[in-house]
């Protein structure tokens, strides 16, 4: 069983910045991939950005520039680096944790959620 927690979130102004981190405890051996999904009010959960256990990332078009993602494997913690947050940022985080980078699908294990909250 995987577990992972998260921190960070919260209120932010429009044109700020904000960190998340999410750690895995566990059965880890199962876990090659790393990632972060939102979820806003009445929409469904999408892929904000991704990694691997190598590096490599994946990112989605509406946060490209502007959040980084990073892991620290030594440490079984990924990092979501958020800058020039707008309104439209403001969601649910999931931190998730998973076998593959089939990043268009929405499985794997999951975090318990951040409110991120950007106000204009």
């Known amino acids: 069983q995987v577990q992972l927690v998260e921190s960070g979130g919260g209120l932010v102004q429009a044109g700020g910045s904000l960190r998340l981190s999410c750690t895995t405890s566990g059965t880890s051996f199962s876990i090659n991939a790393m990632g972060w999904y939102r979820q806003a009010p009445g929409k469904q959960r999408e892929l904000v950005a991704g990694i691997s256990t190598g590096g490599s990332t994946s990112y989605a078009d509406f946060v490209k520039g502007r959040f980084t993602i990073s892991r620290d494997n030594a440490k079984n913690t990924v990092y979501l680096q958020m800058n020039s947050l707008k309104p439209e940022d403001t969601a649910v985080y999931y931190c998730?944790?998973?076998?593959?980078?089939?990043?268009?699908?929405?499985?794997?294990?999951w975090g318990q959620g951040a409110q991120v909250t950007v106000a204009s």
């Open positions: 998730n944790a998973r076998w593959d980078t089939a990043w268009f699908k929405v499985s794997g294990y």
